[in-house]
């Protein structure tokens, strides 16, 4: 088939041809259009369509005397048979073809429509794959899938749901919708977890065996995207399973909107079936058109002598502007100069040996004229304002939301390019634009099991039995979690945090905690989540770190509690000393402060000398007057005035400095000699880098790794501990006999340690930053509602509460005291130096400016001159 097409392809780029022409305003321009007849969307779109071009052949004003002439073909349900009654239409010199009714066959025929430049209006090919850029001559008249798929994204979006299940027909509509589909659910963090393709002839035998594999997933949010004529099995078949009780969410592309719209009617069972769906309509506003169309469609159906009476459905009312809008491009093809011509090619007939009659087919010569025309059409038709965007979509596409309810249905929201609102499209789009969330929302819905409470979505994937919770068996810090050998039974602030939340979510979470590790040692965190991704584990729960490399292995619950690693060394009590007095600052600090204020003594000198006689003298009395003006300020006392203004301002300046100077230095000193100082030779994890002695670690911690991997600490420095008294041994110890200079474990444990153990103390900073957490498996929908549960505990005080219980402990003894650690040093008087030095070069600048300008330039040039005279014979 597809070397056919390329061999009639080639005859029309090779080819040369005789063409046919008819006078610019002919008595009639054929149309042709495909349909199904027996189809939802046919027969509703054929008696449509025949009304459209009588009313378009009785307005005059329309195409000026010439009449539409339309030949209809029933393709009947047949892609293959619809393909060739489009190519026919193609053979027969029609100007533009209204159709395909399929997507399917719209991917093929359109390459024909490019080569032999016949337009095609399809009100129905809603495919978002059927591009302009690769099919120009294919014009959609109606929104295509890409729309009601950004719109069924945002409500699963808006009752946050984050996975869903497709079930479609498996097709290039089925397919390329759910593509679509996917890339809006997508850009909402949401995804498709599972797809379940079904043949477009299917039986109820695979469709049931389908739905049975789709019922062992955790997924409970599932979209239908199906044809209208055979879409409804899939819910006999859902309600056989017992799919559309309590739990369930169903949700309909505008296939079953189209279904029930067209049969007002329905069967009881099939209403049955379809209790609590949620589908799309294509929205169209009301208006005095629409009306009239409405109140004339029992006469035309009458008229059609259907026998089963069908209802007016939305793509009857776009197959109705479809023929509008055809009507005014060609009327505007003529009013600029626009002609009927075909021109045929004989070489199709010699390639093809007249296969099929193809060598019939003829080139239309004003094809490029008249689509051009269709596209810049502007018009006001049945579904209201009728134009293109420059991406060839209608303008203002919006869905209303449907609930299906009893024997009917009701909109309980719509959609449009601003998201999910309860007020119509129309409205909005005459006012100012809302993006808040008050105004994005939808009317209560009553869901699948007639409940209006909000489904969770999902659902724990294995019936009838409990989730398996590991939880770390731990030797040390019981506080945290702790295990009751032989029995069941757990304790400890992560089990209290576990339950509590469990307690908030709003289902029953049946599970079963499950002790890890020996008991003689403390287990492994990362091989206990390396466990849940091997599926031993459903969820972890216990005082388990939330790591880089964890998280790559299952999903987090929100932190319940703050940690880090942090450096802990043993401390001891300071004296003060005969030189206490120097301790407040650094050596530096004292350097610095003397070459600070002797430069601004020898600035207020130069400012001041020349007018103030307490600066002037023999040298060496200026000196000494330098350098009492410079230090005497320390201690207020000072000897002489200042009189001049600049030297008024740097001397401004510098009782600010010694201000700031002496307040800090009286500050320091005062809590050296008042307060209890304890003092480490470690000062943080920097004193352990540059270091070679051992450092301690906490069994099982992931401590260790991050020693070794990320600071490149060598792994024979490092020395496991078990117990708080493997602590204390150790660092009392110390490297010299078999000890270690400092142990570094996670703040929560330190603290916990330091409570009981005050000859010890945390020094330096956090030099990371983790949280706890408890892990489930990858996409598993209980970490989220687990944070929830974990954030309303910190909001209404009950994560504190059980904070308090296991882990407030009874003060140290030595509470009050306090660690030496960095006094205070030139960088923290750096700003205060820079400011001051710099004000007192700008004094010395503006001194040499009018120092320079008060000099008698022109005395000085004369006196040169006598001289330079008097040297000259």
Request: charge should be neutral.
């Amino acid at each position: 088939m597809k070397l056919f097409l390329v061999l009639v392809l080639l005859a029309f780029f090779y080819g040369y041809g005789v063409s046919k022409s008819f006078s610019a305003r002919p008595d009639v321009v054929s149309i042709g259009s495909v349909l199904s007849f027996d189809s939802i969307i046919g027969k509703v779109a054929k008696v449509a369509i025949e009304a459209a071009v009588e009313d378009v052949n009785t307005n005059s004003d329309v195409l000026g005397g010439t009449k539409l002439k339309l030949t209809l073909h029933d393709c009947n349900f047949t892609e293959l048979l619809e393909t060739r009654k489009v190519i026919r239409f193609m053979e027969t010199e029609t100007v533009a073809i209204i159709g395909p009714q399929s997507s399917v066959t719209a991917h093929v025929v359109s390459y024909f429509a490019n080569e032999l430049h016949v337009p095609l209006l399809s009100f129905s090919s809603t495919d978002p794959t059927l591009s302009p850029r690769q099919f120009p001559f294919l014009v959609r008249t109606s929104p295509n899938d890409l729309f009601q798929m950004a719109a069924i994204a945002d409500i699963i979006n808006y009752y946050e749901w984050r996975d869903v299940i497709a079930i479609y027909v498996d097709d290039d509509y089925g397919r390329n919708g759910i593509a679509a589909l996917s890339d809006q659910l997508a850009a909402r963090s949401c995804l498709i977890s599972y797809k379940v393709p079904l043949k477009f002839t299917a039986n109820l035998d695979e469709i049931r065996d389908a739905l049975v594999r789709m019922a062992l997933k955790e997924t409970r949010v599932l979209v239908v995207h199906a044809y209208p004529d055979s879409g409804l099995d899939i819910f006999a078949t859902a309600k056989y399973l017992g799919m559309m009780d309590v739990g369930y969410v169903w949700l309909a592309t505008n296939w079953l909107s189209t279904l029930l719209d067209t049969y007002a009617s329905v069967s009881s069972e099939a209403t049955k079936n379809i209790q609590g769906v949620i589908t799309l309509r294509m929205h169209i506003a009301e208006s005095k058109l629409k009306k009239d169309f409405v109140s004339r469609w029992s006469n035309l159906t009458r008229r059609e002598e259907i026998h089963a009476s069908i209802g007016l459905n939305t793509y009857g009312l776009y197959a109705y502007d479809t023929v509008w809008l055809l009507a005014h491009a060609i009327d505007n093809f003529f009013e600029q100069g626009g002609n009927i011509s075909f021109s045929s090619d004989p070489k199709l007939k010699e390639l093809l040996g007249g296969t099929q009659n193809l060598n019939a087919l003829s080139i239309f010569k004003g094809g490029n004229l008249l689509l051009d025309s269709i596209l810049k059409a502007d018009m006001t038709g049945v579904t209201g304002p009728f134009r293109f965007t420059s991406d060839r979509n209608l303008i203002l596409p919006a869905f209303e939301v449907i609930n299906v309810i009893g024997s009917g249905s009701r909109v309980v929201g719509y959609w449009n390019f601003s998201g999910l609102s309860v007020l119509p499209p129309n409205t909005l789009y005459t006012k100012r634009l809302d993006h808040s969330s008050s105004n994005k929302k939808l009317h209560p819905i009553i869901w699948p099991g007639q409940t209006t409470k909000k489904p969770r979505g999902w659902v724990f994937p294995h019936y009838g039995r409990h989730l398996k919770i590991g939880v770390p068996n731990r030797v040390s810090f019981m506080d945290f979690a702790s295990y009751v050998p032989g029995t069941d039974m757990f304790s400890g602030y992560c089990i209290d945090v576990f339950t509590a939340a469990i307690n908030l979510l709003a289902y029953a979470l049946p599970h079963k905690l499950i002790p890890y590790g020996d008991g003689h040692n403390n287990p492994s965190g990362t091989e206990l989540i390396r466990l849940i991704t091997s599926g031993v584990f459903d969820a972890a729960v216990g005082d388990i770190a939330i790591t880089t490399n964890r998280t790559r292995m299952a999903d987090f619950t929100q932190p319940f509690v703050e940690s880090g690693l942090v450096v802990v060394a043993p401390i001891k009590e300071s004296h003060s000393s005969s030189w206490a007095f120097l301790q407040p600052f650094t050596c530096t600090m004292w350097v610095v402060m003397g070459v600070f204020f002797l430069f601004v003594g020898v600035v207020v000198w130069i400012l001041e000398h020349r007018i103030n006689g307490d600066f002037r003298g023999p040298p060496r009395e200026q000196f000494i007057t330098i350098l009492w003006f410079s230090f005497s300020n320390l201690f207020v006392a000072r000897r002489g005035k200042i009189v001049g203004s600049l030297g008024r301002f740097v001397f401004i300046l510098l009782l600010f400095v010694v201000l700031i100077i002496r307040s800090s230095y009286t500050a320091s000193l005062t809590s050296i000699l008042t307060v209890q100082q304890l003092s480490s030779p470690i000062k943080g994890i920097g004193s352990l880098l540059n270091s070679k002695d051992p450092i301690g670690y906490q069994q099982g911690s992931f401590a260790r790794d991050y020693l070794v991997e990320e600071l490149g600490i060598q792994e024979s420095r490092l020395v496991p501990l078990k117990l708080p008294e493997d602590y204390v041994k150790a660092l009392k110890d110390g490297p010299k006999n078999g000890g270690v200079v400092a142990v570094v474990d996670e703040r929560a444990y330190a603290e916990v340690f330091l409570s009981t153990h005050c000859e010890f103390s945390i020094v330096g900073k956090d030099f990371t930053k983790y949280g706890w957490g408890f892990a489930f498996q990858r996409g598993s929908q209980l970490a989220v509602d687990m944070s929830t549960a974990i954030l309303k505990l910190s909001e209404n005080g009950e994560l504190q509460r059980i904070h308090d219980k296991w882990l407030l402990k009874s003060a140290c003894s030595l509470e009050g005291a306090k660690l030496n650690e960095d006094r205070p040093s030139v960088r923290s008087f750096l700003g205060l130096f820079l400011i001051c030095g710099s004000a007192c070069l700008f004094a010395l600048l503006i001194y040499f400016v009018k120092m320079i300008r008060e000099i008698n330039w022109g005395g000085i040039a004369l006196e040169v001159l006598a001289k330079m005279h008097r040297l000259i014979p």
